[in-house]
């Protein structure tokens, strides 16, 4: 089975303070992503990788970065937390593909609750 | 550009009786359609998947959901809910071509709550 693991589940962090979300996986996906989701508002894509520092941004960069430094390896970076990113944060993977093979399956890891206070 | 809207916010049914999710979408090519569901505090976990081929497509847990192209529809079902069904539900759409380096868009989510 593809297993995603993130590293922390629940952060709680203070407002300027600088923020690692570290995110693992074992199955050797080229893409990586972290999305962020928040009540009504669904899944939204924050960042993607599809190869080793390699990175391209989703609909809300603002105020992250990332790190992807190995391929099992994708970190999201707050520089500088503030509230408004209090929120759960999800890393996922697949494959990579073009044609039929976007078709390929996101895995998921179990997400990390952060609090910015 | 891809949407997918999900218009219930919550589905309310009691257990044994059918269920289903609903699920719209827009893309400009093909799509490429997803069910996901997510229990509390838990991740996403995949569901089941429509790329090519028949319409109907089962997945997990007995679930299965029949892409519509006229309707541009692609609704979750299961035949006899259970009270462990009850989750939160999110349909996705990847547009398919060489460009769709693999985003996928999101609804809002559907909160199903199966009542014993």
């Known amino acids: 089975d593809v297993k995603v693991t993130q590293s922390s589940r629940y952060l709680v962090k203070r407002t300027g303070e600088k923020v690692f979300l570290e995110c693992v996986q074992d199955?050797?996906?080229?893409?990586m992503f972290w999305y962020r989701q928040d009540p009504g508002l669904g899944l939204r894509l924050i960042y993607f990788s599809y190869d080793v520092k390699m990175k391209e941004k989703g609909d809300i960069p603002e105020g992250y970065s990332v790190s992807r430094e190995k391929k099992e390896r994708f970190s999201l970076i707050l520089e500088s937390a503030s509230t408004n990113q209090t929120s759960m944060y999800l890393c996922?993977?697949?494959?990579w593909g073009t044609g039929f093979s976007a078709g390929n399956t996101i895995y998921f890891g179990e997400g990390s609750w952060l609090t910015v206070v | 550009a891809q949407s997918v809207a999900q218009p219930e916010d919550q589905v309310n049914v009691a257990e044994g009786n059918p269920l289903t999710v609903k699920c719209t979408y827009s893309?400009?090519?093909?799509?490429?359609l997803f069910w996901y569901v997510q229990y509390p505090n838990r991740g996403l976990q995949f569901l089941l998947k429509?790329?090519?081929?028949?319409?109907l497509v089962k997945g997990s847990y007995g679930f299965e959901a029949e892409f519509n192209k006229s309707q541009t529809s692609f609704h979750l079902k299961k035949p006899s809910a259970l009270v462990s069904d009850s989750a939160l539900y999110f349909c996705?759409?990847?547009?398919?071509?060489?460009?769709?380096?693999?985003?996928?868009?999101f609804g809002a989510g559907t909160q199903v709550v199966v009542t014993p």
């Open positions: 199955m050797d996906h080229e893409n």
């Open positions: 893309v400009s090519g093909n799509p490429y």
């Open positions: 996705a759409v990847r547009e398919g071509g060489a460009d769709s380096w693999g985003k996928l868009q």
């Open positions: 429509y790329i090519t081929g028949d319409n």
């Open positions: 996922a993977s697949s494959l």
